[in-house]
């Protein structure tokens, strides 16, 4: 009798951190490195990754609204992203790396708004709730940065989006957001020393890959 088949499983990864702790450029050099390596990479980001995610992205980043509205939307988004991108780039055994998941809204709008975070643990049930239980990422590398030094980061580099433009206070709570994920699921959950130069956090990056056999 021959083995059941065991459908391919890919590998899911979200880079987390506040505004400026430099997570994006790292999450390119892990897809390129991957890449060469021969695996089937899908580098993606929220909110985003599908068309319909990316025009609520705009709209979450540019417009006013409310902190229910905003956590809808971006739970919407995250919906799509998940059933057109996500689900089935894993289903097909690839790599994915999305630069923020849902630690970012327990983060922003949870501890940042102060959005109560018993609605996003239902929200984030209803969403991300499939075949396999619940969708979380297998490793999220959470880039940890004081928000002072991050805000100088963010100011040397764009026109700030509506997050951006929050005062040091928020994304000291938002930095306590994250620490509170990291502590709650430290299997998941690995902390990078983002104020560490690029090539050092590079190193730590590495190392916590190569634990894992990646
Ligand atoms: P970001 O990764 O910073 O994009 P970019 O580097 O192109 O500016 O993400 C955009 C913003 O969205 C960021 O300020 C955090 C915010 N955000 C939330 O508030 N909640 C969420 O759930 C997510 C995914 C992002």
Redesign the pocket.
């Known amino acids: 009798m021959s083995a059941p088949r065991v459908p391919p499983s890919g590998r899911f990864v979200s880079f987390e951190g506040i505004?400026g702790a430099g997570k994006?450029s790292h999450l390119d050099a892990v897809a390129e490195r991957w890449r060469q390596r021969g695996l089937d990479v899908v580098r993606t980001?929220?909110?985003g990754g599908t068309p319909l995610a990316e025009s609520l992205r705009e709209l979450v980043?540019h417009q006013s609204m409310d902190p229910l509205t905003e956590a809808l939307l971006?739970f919407a988004a995250r919906r799509d992203h998940l059933q057109q991108c996500i689900e089935p780039a894993l289903a097909r055994g690839a790599v994915v790396l999305c630069?923020?998941?849902?630690d970012?809204?327990f983060a922003?709008?949870g501890a940042g708004r102060g959005f109560d975070p018993a609605v996003l643990t239902t929200l984030e049930a209803w969403v991300q709730h499939g075949p396999h239980g619940l969708r979380q990422p297998d490793l999220t590398l959470w880039f940890d940065l004081d928000p002072a030094v991050a805000a100088q980061r963010v100011v040397a580099a764009r026109a700030p989006?509506r997050?951006?433009q929050q005062d040091e206070a928020f994304f000291r709570r938002v930095r306590d957001g994250y620490r509170a994920r990291f502590e709650t699921q430290p299997r998941r959950f690995a902390r990078i020393d983002a104020a560490q130069s690029r090539d050092q956090v590079a190193v730590q990056i590495a190392a916590v890959l190569a634990e894992r056999g990646w």
């Open positions: 505004d994006s980001r929220e909110p980043l971006i630069d923020r998941f849902t970012a809204t922003y709008q989006d997050f951006e």
